[in-house]
């Protein structure tokens, strides 16, 4: 059975989302360009509680952990900032909603000047572990896949092994 409003919820956020991005890259595109933007939606199932993802995801150290000893610096409250990958990933924590939800606005160091995403991890327990229900919206379309690849190698494969 459909939750229609969590379906309801995740489109109008998603439809946010895509909003705020196209206003941030607003300042960096010519009078009358019609920018475009693609979406990646992913779920990860964890064997663990939703309180150990939610605390990798935002401990520094845990993050630093399960990245590969990569620097990791993140300001734990919303409006905090964050650096990730050695400074590689950074941005501002949106939206914080503790062991259930992580919003980010997020960048790659190498994209154009004021170009944000918008990265959204719901933690959503489950018999037996957490789902993870993942979705990056408003980021330069060339990067689709590279990005897509990127969370999977980088944050899901890599937190199955620190996660055990």
Known sequence: M?????????QMIAGGALGLAAAARAGAAKP?????TKAIHQEEDFKCGAQRIYEALLDAGQ???FSGG?????????????SL???HIVGRNVELVSNRRIVQAWRS???PEGIYSIARFE???QPGGTRIVFD?????PQMAESLESGWNENYWTALHKFLG
């Not at 459909?2 to 995740?10: A, C, G, L, V, Y």
């Not at 009358?32 to 475009?36: M, S």
């Not at 990569?70 to 964050?82: K, L, P, S, W």
Request: no cysteine; glycine share 12%.
């Open 85 to 87: 990958f050695d400074g």
């Open 70 to 82: 990569r620097a990791a610096e993140i300001h734990r409250e919303a409006g905090g900032a964050f």
């Open 109 to 111: 160091a190498s994209w």
């Open 136 to 140: 990056h919206t408003g980021f330069p």
């Open 123 to 125: 933690l959503l327990e």
């Open 2 to 10: 459909i939750d229609e409003t969590n379906s309801t919820r995740r």
């Open 32 to 36: 009358g360009t019609i920018l475009t």
């Open 63 to 65: 993050f630093r952990a």
